[in-house]
């Protein structure tokens, strides 16, 4: 039966100074390495080992992947990294702390950019500070300025349905490592949630959620390992 492993990278370091981190590349935090570890110890202990990995072209997924693989005795099999699976990029907030720009631009305005399924933040400036065009990891790409949630799923799923779906279909046991938005996408897709309900879902740091697959490839219902 295949099986797919969800995980959001662990506590990164704009995580905890409540900072739109976006595609900034942000490391863990001590917490989050911590809770990387234990997400593979975790799947270790319930049995649930990966055939196959996918991440995100962002530090804070990637070492959270290795660091999970290290713990379940799985650092071998076979990895992807794809910028399809970064997290939503957050335009010109990119950097800002969260209740600063609360305080700047009022709660309500901070809430429809975080949370409304289809308004993007405001774009960022090219070559700002955090702008990651001139990074070699994006050499090629067309690196967004500003991306709501419904422009980050406009991304992932067909990265999902070409690259990571056939790998599934195959009777892999597939750990995908990325983010809260790129992961709401895919939740959002596997379990047909509403465009206005999916906003609200958080996607806890470094907590395996898990869908198994029946013959037909349709998910069961999701569930976080811890639980199992």
């Not at 500003?146 to 009777?171: A, F, H, M, N, Q």
């Not at 938005?181 to 897709?189: E, Y």
Request: charged share 25%; glycine share 8%; aromatic share 8%.
């Amino acid at each position: 039966m295949p099986k797919l492993i969800l995980v959001r990278h662990g506590q990164s370091q704009w995580n905890l100074e409540n900072r739109f981190t976006g595609w900034w590349d942000v490391d863990l935090t001590d917490k989050g390495v911590e809770e990387a570890k234990a997400a593979g110890a975790l799947m270790q202990d319930k049995g649930v080992l990966p055939t196959r990995a996918f991440t995100s072209f962002q530090t804070r997924a990637i070492k959270t992947l290795h660091l999970a693989l290290e713990h379940c005795n799985r650092l071998w099999i076979p990895e992807t990294k794809d910028w399809r699976l970064n997290e939503r990029h957050y335009g010109g907030l990119t950097g800002l702390d969260k209740q600063e720009t609360r305080d700047r631009h009022g709660d309500e305005q901070v809430h429809i950019w975080r949370r409304s399924f289809d308004v993007p933040p405001p774009p960022m400036e090219p070559g700002s500070e955090y702008d990651p065009g001139a990074d070699p990891r994006y050499a090629g790409i067309d690196v967004p300025y500003t991306e709501s949630l419904k422009l980050t799923i406009e991304r992932v799923l067909p990265y999902w349905e070409c690259d990571i779906l056939p790998v599934l279909t195959s009777g892999e046991t597939v750990i995908i490592s990325a983010h809260g938005n790129s992961l709401r996408a895919l939740v959002k897709h596997l379990s047909n949630i509403l465009d206005e309900d999916i906003t609200g879902l958080e996607i806890p740091t470094g907590q395996p959620i898990i869908y198994d697959f029946d013959d037909s490839m349709a998910p069961g219902e999701r569930y976080y390992l811890k639980d199992s």
